[in-house]
């Protein structure tokens, strides 16, 4: 094959198509779909990606591959069809879709290093390479590059005998910890070991410690092993016995943890009910999508677990999806006593270089089982035989710029093309899922017992109004502030919840809970302090300011929202007893930080543990008796038709963090809407109402699961050429699209302005347009030339998750 198809690392319409590649002579037979290379694209070179190879160009005269960057494919054959597939789904350009798959770390700068896959390995190389690895194990690919054995190197690369490792530069937080090595010969040591005297027992440790280690090890760890201080460690170094280094920590986070290994549970009778179907999936090769739908802490997790054990035993491999901030050090630690050394980890926390290790243990087919964050759906197994997304309501399964994928589709996706199971998991599955459940398009799984028989906790809802009417102008109820204070003297652990998500933009009367709302569109209407005005974001529609409350009169009409710093200075004024953890975005920035606080808490060090979204998801803490929402309508006044839902997911959540162990649990709902049906289905643990309700809602205003969003948003630093082009998208599909697809807009964004950039929306709402996708396409042809010249943005979500 002596031509390539190449996607060039260019992000533009015209650019967004394959080009054709002459393949030099000495990587015929080497390069293939999958693999980066760098070409000349015009005056410069750009990266690419190989997706084909063929015997001859569309084209007469073709440049070229200058240079390669992948000796094996980055990318599997499937991954590259997902990447056709999401540039469909998502109309995002087939760059992007590629780069979405790969860590961080293959676009950042690098060294391309070879090393020597194992000292027998040597023997097989080629007589060429053979000088290169004599006296060392890697060496970096420049040395080699440029010399007339670089086309052999390929074929031992092929062969497996040399492994391409990218070396990510450091900026400067390479890890290091001293360390030491023995710095004399075995005999010697022996001698010297033999001669040391009673009193001097601990270096003998620290010496045959070494000598069984036979590598150089951190200070540190050897201390603590031996359980002993440095001070002889420090002898044998002056005495010349161990030489002191400097040791890069390897960058597996969780390398030097021991964890004890796990065995399988003996089912309860509704978990082997549950998983009997899914194991039936996995046995004879099936696709089906199951959503597990159980209360928190019913055993979902131990139901995953056992699949995958099935999955490995036929020597296939698991993706399982958790939300981020779910993906606590606790279900790492589930995952790693169950697995063992076959999971990779991949989050958000790890850096750039550590997400890249995990990768690569991913592609060399080191582990099975991948437990990672959202772009973990793409992890370059190629013999997939389960995928499971946990929580699968979490919005963060959502990707919030280009590709703008949706992980679900991904994994169903994936499933299909391996014929395999997926399951989706969640105590508040989302109305879609749970819909398609109903229908029988998913198989419904049912999990309602509690592990420990534990009833749910009971919930009380205090209405902040009254609390206002009876003086007390405090952020903990008097209700909360008893328990809180019951609890602290019994020595039992409260957790405070306060959503920070909702921001202040909203209005509400502090003395009946009113908050004004679109009279088309029953949202939340959103507090324009600019204009000062209240506004719809879905149809434009405006009103003035209240200075007094329309329903009850009250002046005390105002904006909303109090942040966790303010909370946790009123807690210290209240209760100065009480030692408080906070967790929010500013105290776990820092890495580690997370697992740190949360260790403070499940150490009881602290007894009230305070936070927002972060808290609410996966944490067990056996001493947890008391849960209290400081104000749960935050999130129900968003301008989005989610709310309610939302809400009720959020709420159960919070409430399913107490009495999950002996003690039974309580919690305290405050709230100016206690009469909300999203407050009140979730303290009595209701789905199945809230469910029902919320679809005659969906139904009413045509949203989903009913019709299908779409959602065009157009940004530009100056605000008529905005409008005008939000005007024109808006008229050309109200004339080429059905009359029963209806389309809002233009209208302002809920966020107006970011980065002196305004911004308008159309929103769409349709059942059956198979014209859409074709129409939104011309969209993006038609205006490419201003986007690119004038800087216009235009960006379409196809299930847009955030309305902002
Ligand atoms: P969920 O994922 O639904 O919240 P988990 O799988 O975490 O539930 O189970 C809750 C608790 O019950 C965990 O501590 C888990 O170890 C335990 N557990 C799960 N299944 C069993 C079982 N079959 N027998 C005994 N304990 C179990
Ligand atoms: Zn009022
Ligand atoms: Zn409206």
Same mark, same amino acid.
């Given at each position: 094959?002596?031509?390539?198809?190449?996607?060039?690392?260019?992000?533009?319409?015209?650019?967004?198509?394959?080009?054709?590649?002459?393949?030099?002579?000495?990587?015929?037979?080497?390069?293939?779909?999958?693999?980066?290379?760098?070409?000349?694209?015009?005056?410069?070179?750009?990266?690419?990606?190989?997706?084909?190879?063929?015997?001859?160009?569309?084209?007469?005269?073709?440049?070229?591959?200058?240079?390669?960057?992948?000796?094996?494919?980055?990318?599997?054959?499937?991954l590259?069809e997902i990447g056709h597939w999401l540039t469909e789904k998502t109309l995002c350009f087939m760059?992007s879709a590629f780069?979405v798959m790969?860590?961080?770390?293959?676009?950042?700068?690098?060294?391309?290093?070879?090393?020597?896959?194992?000292?027998?390995? +040597?023997?097989?190389?080629?007589?060429?390479? %053979?000088?290169? $690895?004599?006296?060392?194990?890697?060496?970096?690919?420049?040395?080699?590059?440029?010399?007339?054995?670089?086309?052999?190197?390929?074929?031992?690369?092929?062969?497996?005998?040399?492994?391409?490792?990218?070396?990510?530069?450091?900026?400067?937080?390479?890890?290091?910890? %001293?360390?030491?090595?023995?710095?004399?010969?075995?005999?010697?040591?022996?001698?010297?070991?033999?001669?040391?005297?009673?009193?001097?027992?601990?270096?003998?440790?620290?010496?045959?410690?070494?000598?069984?280690?036979?590598?150089?090890?951190?200070?540190?760890?050897?201390?603590?092993?031996?359980?002993?201080?440095?001070?002889?460690?420090?002898?044998?170094?002056?005495?010349?016995?161990?030489?002191?280094?400097?040791?890069?920590?390897?960058?597996?986070?969780?390398?030097?943890?021991? $964890?004890?290994?796990?065995?399988?549970?003996?089912?309860?009778?509704?978990?082997?009910?549950?998983?009997?179907?899914?194991?039936?999936?996995?046995?004879?090769?099936?696709?089906? &999508?199951?959503?597990?739908?159980?209360?928190?802490?019913?055993?979902?997790?131990?139901?995953?677990?056992?699949?995958?054990?099935?999955?490995?035993?036929?020597?296939?491999?698991?993706?399982?999806?958790?939300?981020?901030?779910?993906?606590?050090?606790?279900?790492?630690?589930? $995952?790693?006593?169950?697995?063992?050394?076959?999971?990779?980890?991949?989050?958000?926390?790890?850096?750039?270089?550590? %997400? +890249?290790?995990?990768?690569?243990?991913?592609?060399?087919?080191?582990?099975?089982?991948?437990?990672?964050?959202?772009?973990?759906v793409f992890?370059? $197994?190629?013999?997939?035989?389960? @995928?499971?997304?946990?929580?699968?309501?979490?919005?963060?399964y959502k990707q919030?710029?280009n590709p703008r994928y949706h992980a679900r589709d991904v994994a169903i996706y994936r499933?299909q093309h391996?014929?395999?199971?997926?399951?989706?998991?969640?105590?508040?599955?989302?109305?879609?899922?749970?819909?398609?459940?109903?229908?029988?398009?998913?198989?419904?799984?049912?999990?309602?017992?509690?592990?420990?028989?534990?009833?749910?906790?009971?919930?009380?809802?205090?209405? !902040?109004?009254?609390?206002?009417?009876?003086?007390?102008?405090?952020?903990?109820?008097?209700?909360?502030?008893?328990?809180?204070?019951?609890?602290?003297?019994?020595?039992?652990?409260?957790?405070?919840?306060?959503?920070?998500?909702?921001?202040?933009?909203?209005?509400?009367?502090?003395?009946?809970?009113?908050?004004?709302?679109?009279?088309?569109?029953?949202?939340?209407?959103?507090?324009?302090?600019?204009?000062?005005?209240?506004?719809?974001?879905?149809?434009?529609?405006?009103?003035?300011?209240?200075?007094?409350?329309?329903?009850?009169?009250?002046?005390?009409?105002?904006?909303?929202?109090?942040?966790?710093?303010?909370?946790?200075?009123?807690?210290?004024?209240?209760?100065?007893?009480?030692?408080?953890?906070?967790?929010?975005?500013?105290?776990?920035?820092?890495?580690?930080?997370?697992?740190?606080?949360?260790?403070?808490?499940?150490?009881?060090?602290?007894?009230?543990?305070?936070?927002?979204?972060?808290?609410? %998801?996966?944490?067990?803490?056996?001493?947890?008796? @008391?849960?209290?929402?400081?104000?749960?309508?935050?999130?129900?006044?968003?301008?989005?038709?989610?709310?309610?839902?939302?809400?009720?997911?959020?709420?159960?959540?919070?409430?399913?963090?107490?009495?999950?162990?002996?003690?039974?649990?309580?919690?305290?709902?405050?709230?100016?809407?206690?009469?909300?049906?999203?407050?009140?289905?979730?303290?009595?643990?209701?789905?199945?109402?809230?469910?029902?309700?919320?679809?005659?809602?969906?139904? !009413?205003?045509?949203?989903?699961?009913?019709?299908y969003l779409a959602?065009?948003?157009?940004?530009?630093?100056?605000?008529?050429?905005? &409008?005008?082009?939000?005007?024109?998208?808006?008229? +050309?599909?109200?004339?080429?699209?059905?009359?029963?697809?209806?389309?809002?807009?233009?209208?302002?964004?809920?966020?107006?302005?970011?980065?002196?950039?305004?911004?308008?929306?159309?929103?769409?709402?349709?059942?059956?347009?198979?014209?859409l996708i074709p129409?939104l396409k011309?969209?993006?042809?038609?205006?490419?030339?201003?986007?690119?010249?004038?800087?216009?943005?235009?960006?379409i979500d196809l299930n847009p998750y955030?309305? !902002?």
């Amino acid at each position: 094959m002596s031509v390539a198809s190449v996607i060039v690392d260019v992000a533009a319409k015209q650019t967004d198509r394959a080009f054709d590649y002459a393949v030099p002579d000495k990587w015929k037979g080497i390069i293939v779909p999958g693999m980066r290379v760098v070409v000349p694209f015009g005056p410069r070179k750009v990266q690419g990606f190989v997706v084909a190879l063929k015997e001859e160009a569309e084209v007469k005269r073709v440049k070229p591959i200058a240079d390669l960057l992948d000796l094996t494919p980055v990318l599997t054959p499937e991954l590259l069809e997902i990447g056709h597939w999401l540039t469909e789904k998502t109309l995002c350009f087939m760059i992007s879709a590629f780069q979405v798959m790969l860590p961080a770390a293959m676009k950042a700068k690098y060294d391309k290093e070879l090393s020597l896959l194992s000292k027998e390995a +040597y023997e097989q190389l080629h007589e060429q390479v %053979k000088p290169f $690895f004599q006296s060392r194990s890697s060496l970096k690919w420049s040395e080699v590059e440029k010399t007339a054995a670089a086309s052999v190197f390929y074929r031992d690369i092929q062969k497996g005998l040399i492994e391409v490792v990218y070396v990510v530069k450091n900026k400067g937080n390479k890890k290091t910890a %001293k360390g030491v090595k023995l710095n004399q010969s075995l005999e010697e040591i022996q001698q010297f070991m033999s001669e040391l005297n009673k009193q001097a027992e601990k270096q003998k440790q620290v010496l045959s410690f070494m000598l069984e280690r036979s590598e150089e090890v951190a200070i540190k760890e050897i201390a603590e092993d031996l359980q002993i201080t440095s001070a002889p460690i420090k002898t044998l170094i002056n005495k010349g016995l161990l030489a002191e280094t400097e040791i890069e920590i390897y960058r597996d986070p969780y390398q030097d943890r021991y $964890f004890t290994p796990s065995k399988p549970f003996q089912l309860t009778d509704e978990q082997a009910e549950a998983i009997t179907p899914i194991l039936r999936d996995i046995e004879e090769n099936l696709h089906d &999508v199951f959503l597990m739908y159980g209360v928190t802490g019913s055993g979902k997790t131990e139901v995953y677990l056992q699949s995958i054990d099935q999955v490995l035993k036929k020597r296939k491999e698991a993706i399982m999806l958790v939300p981020e901030i779910s993906l606590t050090p606790q279900m790492v630690k589930r $995952f790693k006593e169950r697995f063992g050394s076959k999971v990779a980890v991949l989050h958000s926390g790890l850096s750039t270089g550590e %997400k +890249y290790d995990e990768w690569r243990k991913i592609q060399r087919k080191e582990v099975s089982v991948v437990v990672g964050a959202r772009s973990a759906v793409f992890a370059p $197994f190629e013999n997939l035989g389960l @995928l499971i997304i946990d929580e699968e309501h979490e919005t963060s399964y959502k990707q919030e710029e280009n590709p703008r994928y949706h992980a679900r589709d991904v994994a169903i996706y994936r499933g299909q093309h391996h014929q395999c199971p997926v399951i989706l998991g969640s105590a508040t599955p989302t109305l879609e899922s749970f819909a398609r459940a109903q229908k029988g398009v998913y198989k419904l799984l049912t999990l309602k017992q509690r592990m420990n028989k534990s009833s749910m906790p009971s919930v009380d809802i205090v209405d !902040m109004r009254e609390e206002l009417r009876s003086g007390n102008r405090s952020m903990f109820s008097t209700l909360l502030f008893e328990k809180m204070k019951d609890r602290l003297e019994k020595g039992e652990q409260i957790v405070l919840f306060l959503n920070k998500r909702g921001h202040s933009s909203f209005v509400m009367c502090r003395d009946c809970g009113y908050v004004p709302t679109c009279e088309h569109c029953e949202i939340s209407l959103t507090y324009h302090r600019y204009q000062n005005k209240l506004k719809c974001h879905y149809c434009g529609h405006e009103e003035q300011v209240h200075t007094e409350c329309p329903e009850c009169h009250s002046e005390h009409i105002r904006f909303f929202g109090s942040g966790t710093q303010k909370v946790e200075e009123e807690l210290t004024k209240v209760l100065p007893e009480a030692r408080v953890v906070r967790m929010d975005v500013d105290t776990t920035s820092r890495k580690g930080a997370h697992e740190k606080l949360l260790n403070k808490f499940a150490s009881e060090e602290a007894q009230i543990l305070l936070g927002t979204q972060m808290i609410a %998801k996966g944490l067990d803490f056996p001493n947890v008796t @008391l849960v209290g929402v400081l104000t749960a309508d935050t999130m129900l006044n968003l301008p989005d038709f989610r709310a309610s839902e939302k809400t009720f997911q959020l709420l159960t959540q919070v409430s399913g963090r107490a009495g999950r162990h002996k003690l039974p649990g309580e919690v305290v709902i405050q709230t100016y809407t206690p009469e909300h049906y999203s407050i009140q289905l979730a303290s009595q643990h209701d789905y199945d109402a809230f469910y029902k309700q919320e679809m005659e809602i969906r139904k !009413m205003h045509k949203y989903p699961p009913f019709f299908y969003l779409a959602l065009v948003t157009v940004s530009h630093e100056n605000i008529a050429k905005v &409008v005008s082009v939000t005007d024109k998208i808006s008229q +050309y599909l109200r004339q080429k699209l059905s009359p029963q697809t209806t389309i809002l807009g233009p209208v302002a964004s809920p966020i107006a302005k970011i980065k002196d950039r305004y911004r308008y929306q159309c929103m769409l709402k349709y059942k059956l347009e198979p014209s859409l996708i074709p129409l939104l396409k011309y969209i993006l042809e038609r205006y490419q030339a201003e986007m690119q010249k004038e800087n216009l943005t235009i960006t379409i979500d196809l299930n847009p998750y955030s309305m !902002m």
